[in-house]
């Protein structure tokens, strides 16, 4: 899994978007995938004393915070 972002170090918002790039191949251990679900949360920081706080990520079933997707295929 990874998160493909650009943000400039100066210009920090927390409102930027992410991209997400899975390997369909790391989502199931089983040769058949198809009709699969697999939800996953965004976690999106702001700013704590001044500085950018990470962002992070955690699979799973959506819990807090409220941001969160769904990939199917």
Do not use: Y
């Not at 999106?44 to 990470?54: T, Y």
């Amino acid at each position: 899994m990874a998160s493909v972002h650009e943000v400039v170090k100066d210009s920090w918002c927390p409102e930027w978007l992410c991209r997400i790039e899975i390997p369909l191949k790391s989502l199931s251990s089983k040769e058949q995938r198809e009709g699969r679900a697999w939800r996953f949360d965004v976690v999106r920081h702001g700013h704590q004393n001044g500085q950018p706080q990470r962002s992070s990520w955690s699979g799973g079933l959506p819990a807090k915070p409220k941001t969160w997707g769904i990939i199917s295929w």
